[in-house]
C-alpha cells in the first residue's frame, strides 16, 4: 500500500515570494503522482500530474513540480506568487500503470499576504 | 468546468433521516469515486465504482451504500444521519482507477 505526507498543514507567504509545498510518499513499487488544487467552495481541480519521463513536471497557474525518486519526493513549487493562489493543494499517489486507488495527502493551505 | 455534475448542491436534514446524492461523471469516463470532506477529518476516500462495478472501498460507514447505473452515473446513499456526518461530498470521475480525476463542485450536506 502507498501513502502520502504533507509535512506543513498551513503555509503563509507574501505575494510575489516563491513558495515550496511539500509533498513525501512511501511506496513499494513505482508510482504515478498528481498534485490537485482546491480554491474555497470548489471541488479539487487537477494542477499537474507526473507519469514517467522528465521528473520536471509543469502545470497550469506557472506551478510545477520535481519528483525525486531516491527523495520519494514530489514537491510543488512556484517562483512568485499571487493573491489568487490562496487555496488548498492537494498531493496524490498511485502506484504506476493505472488500475489501483488513488491516496490522498491531507492537504497544504496556502495563504498569499499581500 | 470539470464535466462532474452533482445534485443536489446543498442538503440540510434532520438526524435519522436518509440521503441520496447523485453524481454524473464526465462523458466517456467509466470510473466514478466519493469523497466525504469536513474540517476535521480532511479528504477522506469513501468508495470507488467502475461500470457498475465497486473496485474499492475507503473508509464508508455501513449506514452508507453508492451504486453505479447502467449510464454510469452514481449514487451515495447516507442513512440513519448523525450530526458528524455534516460535511461536503465530492463525486469524481477518471477514464480508468488511477488516472487523474475530475472532480464535481460538491454537495454540501447538513444534519441539524
Known amino acids: 500500500a502507498q501513502s502520502v505526507t504533507q509535512l506543513d498543514s498551513q503555509v503563509p507567504v507574501f505575494e510575489e515570494a516563491p513558495v515550496e509545498l511539500r509533498c513525501n510518499y512511501s511506496?513499494?513499487?513505482?508510482?504515478?503522482l498528481f498534485w490537485y488544487v482546491q480554491y474555497p467552495n470548489q471541488g479539487l481541480q487537477l494542477l499537474l500530474k507526473?507519469?514517467?519521463?522528465?521528473?520536471l513536471v509543469k502545470g497550469i497557474n506557472g506551478f510545477e513540480a520535481e519528483f525525486n525518486k531516491s527523495q520519494t519526493s514530489f514537491h510543488l513549487r512556484k517562483p512568485s506568487v499571487h493573491i489568487s493562489d490562496t487555496a488548498e493543494y492537494f498531493c496524490a499517489v498511485t502506484p504506476s500503470g493505472g488500475y489501483q486507488k488513488v491516496t490522498f495527502g491531507t492537504g497544504t493551505k496556502l495563504q498569499v499576504i499581500p | 468546468d470539470s464535466g462532474v455534475t452533482q445534485t443536489p448542491k446543498h442538503l440540510i436534514t434532520a438526524t435519522g433521516q436518509r440521503v441520496t446524492l447523485r453524481c454524473s461523471p464526465r462523458?466517456?469516463?467509466?470510473?466514478v469515486y466519493w469523497y466525504q470532506q469536513s474540517l476535521d477529518q480532511g479528504l477522506q476516500f469513501l468508495i470507488q465504482?467502475?461500470?457498475?462495478?465497486?473496485?474499492a472501498k475507503g473508509n464508508i460507514l455501513e449506514r452508507f451504500s453508492a451504486q453505479q447505473f447502467p449510464d454510469l452515473h452514481s449514487e451515495l446513499n447516507l442513512s440513519s444521519l448523525e450530526l458528524g456526518d455534516s460535511a461536503l461530498y465530492f463525486c469524481?470521475?477518471?477514464?480508468?482507477?488511477?488516472?487523474?480525476?475530475?472532480f464535481g463542485p460538491g454537495t454540501r450536506l447538513t444534519v441539524t
Open positions: 462523458s466517456g469516463d467509466l470510473s
Open positions: 511506496s513499494s513499487v513505482s508510482v504515478y
Open positions: 507526473y507519469l514517467s519521463g522528465s521528473t
Open positions: 469524481a470521475s477518471s477514464v480508468d482507477q488511477g488516472y487523474e480525476q475530475y
Open positions: 465504482y467502475y461500470n457498475g462495478e465497486e473496485r
